[in-house]
């Protein structure tokens, strides 16, 4: 089944610096990759995904580069703030017409993300 | 409009009982996945519900059983716990498989923190 593997699982930044956060996955046919922000003591908050058909997306100060080749997908956060300090989830998910689909989303382990001020 | 909503939202039982777990979707959405998230983890899929049937499994024992309502509303049961079901049980909902050609994206809830000891 589709194995996803997030790095790094700690990251710490100065605030105004940029952060990245890099996943990989294990099955090619993967064609949906949401990210999520986790805030203490809440449940995951869709912040931006991305479709296997685009290479990259921008929302703002954040964006997400996939690259279908090596199987892996990016999360980049310009200008930090300390509001952006929290867990951060990537995940994968496989078409409902492949073996073992219907859109259940396998996640990454988690990146926590601290900004200082 | 209201968004994912699940309840309780704490709770605390004893090895052996069973527990139910309440949420209600998105409103326009129709389908409700659960998930498990272990403290430092990220969310385990443990299955999906779609017209008041289970679509898909994840890797989670027999004791780990739901329901769909007509008004999408769902429940998740789990009996004879154990130590380790001690988790926060997440709810997300989406629009039906199709939709968007399989690339329905899931909103979660805020989750229940369930206590076993």
């Known amino acids: 089944g589709e194995n996803v593997e997030q790095h790094p699982s700690t990251l710490s930044v100065q605030e105004g610096d940029s952060a990245v956060i890099k996943c990989t996955y294990s099955d090619s046919a993967s064609n949906y990759f949401p990210w999520y922000k986790q805030e203490l003591g809440k449940g995951p908050q869709l912040i931006i995904d991305?479709?296997?058909?685009?290479g990259e997306k921008k929302d703002q100060r954040i964006a997400v580069t996939l690259n279908k080749t090596a199987k892996h997908f990016s999360l980049h956060i310009t200008e930090t703030q300390p509001e952006d300090s929290a867990v951060y989830f990537c995940?994968?998910?496989?078409?409902?017409?492949?073996?073992?689909?219907?859109?259940?989303?396998?996640f990454g382990a988690g990146t926590r993300l601290a900004v200082h001020p | 409009d209201a968004g994912v909503t699940q309840s309780p939202t704490h709770l605390i039982k004893t090895r052996g009982q069973q527990v139910t777990l309440r949420c209600s979707p998105k409103s326009g959405h129709d389908t409700v996945s659960w998930y498990q998230q272990a403290l430092g983890q990220g969310p385990q899929f443990i299955f999906q519900?779609?017209?008041?049937?289970?679509?898909q499994r994840g890797n989670f024992p027999d004791r780990f059983s739901g329901h769909q309502f007509p008004n999408y509303s769902s429940e998740l049961n789990v009996n004879a716990l154990l130590l380790g079901d001690s988790a926060l049980y997440l709810c997300?909902?989406?629009?039906?498989?199709?939709?968007?050609?399989?690339?329905?994206?899931?909103?979660f809830g805020p989750g229940t923190r369930l206590l076993v000891l």
């Open positions: 997300a909902s989406s629009q039906r498989w199709g939709y968007a050609g399989g690339l329905e994206t899931q909103y």
């Open positions: 519900y779609y017209e008041e049937e289970e679509r």
């Open positions: 995940a994968a998910t496989l078409p409902p017409w492949t073996s073992g689909g219907y859109n259940k989303l396998i």
């Open positions: 991305i479709r296997s058909n685009v």
